[in-house]
C-alpha cells in the first residue's frame, strides 16, 4: 500500500497511511507507520522484521492509556504490558504493535477516566466506575485495528491478550487469531482489585499473581 492510500474493513471505516519512518530504539530497530482514520485520529503501527509471510507474526493491540504508559500509573496494568509486548516482539524478531488513539479509559476518554479513578477511591470497581457517569464498560471497536493489519498484509496472528473480546473483535473484521499468547503481569496493592473485576465482571483470562 502506498503512503496516503485507503484501506476499508467490512463496516466502511478507512484508514490511511501518512508517514513511514525507522525507529532505532532500546528494544532494537522497529518501523513505526502513521494512520489516520475517519475521525482523524492517528494510529501507530509499530513492525519488526517481515510479518506479512509465515507463519502468524505476533500482535498486540493495544488501547492508549496515557496514565499507565507515561505516567507508569500502578492502578492499572497498561504500561507493564505495552512494554511486555514490545519485549516480546523484539525477542521475536517479528511482529506488530498497534497503538490505538481514542481507546482511553476502554474508550470513556481522558477525563472520564480520572473521574472513574475519584469513583474508584470513593468504593467502586472500574465497571462501576463507568456506568455511574452513564458510559459503557467498554465501548472499543476493532476496525481501525484491523485495517492497519490489511495494509501491513497481516490477516493471521498470534495475538498478545488476555481479553476474550479482542480476539472477537478482530475476528468480526476478518482477522485470524491463531494463537491467544497471554501477558500476564505481577499484581501489586494498587491494581489488585482492577485486575480482580477485569477477570471476574470482564471475563478476562487472568491468573493474578500477587507479591505474596
Given at each position: ?5 485507503e ?27 502513521a494512520y ?118 497481516v ?58
Amino acid at each position: 500500500m502506498t503512503d496516503g492510500a485507503e484501506y476499508p474493513p467490512s463496516d466502511g471505516q478507512t484508514v490511511a497511511r501518512i508517514a513511514s519512518a525507522r525507529v532505532p530504539s532500546i528494544r532494537g530497530e522497529f518501523w513505526a507507520h502513521a494512520y489516520r482514520d475517519d475521525a482523524g485520529l492517528e494510529h501507530l503501527a509499530c513492525v519488526r522484521g517481515d510479518v506479512g509471510s509465515a507463519p502468524p507474526a505476533l500482535v498486540r493491540v493495544h488501547s492508549e492509556c496515557l496514565t499507565g504508559d507515561l505516567l507508569g500509573s500502578l492502578r492499572c496494568d497498561c504500561g507493564t504490558q505495552l512494554a511486555a509486548s514490545l519485549d516480546l516482539i523484539s525477542s521475536e524478531g517479528r511482529g506488530v504493535l498497534i497503538y490505538l488513539r481514542g481507546h482511553e479509559g476502554r474508550g470513556i476518554g481522558l477525563a472520564h477516566k480520572i473521574r472513574a479513578y475519584e469513583l474508584q477511591d470513593q468504593g467502586l470497581d472500574t465497571v462501576e466506575a463507568n456506568l455511574a457517569q452513564g458510559l459503557p464498560a467498554d465501548s472499543r471497536d476493532y476496525a481501525v485495528a484491523a485495517a492497519v493489519l490489511s495494509d501491513l498484509g497481516v490477516s493471521r496472528v498470534r495475538l498478545l491478550t488476555n481479553n476474550p473480546a479482542k480476539t472477537d473483535g478482530l475476528g468480526v473484521y476478518g482477522v485470524v487469531v491463531t494463537e491467544r499468547v497471554p501477558l500476564e503481569v505481577t499484581a501489586n496493592p494498587e491494581n489488585l482489585g482492577y485486575l480482580q473485576t477485569k477477570r471476574d465482571r470482564l471475563g478476562h483470562l487472568l491468573a493474578i499473581e500477587t507479591l505474596d
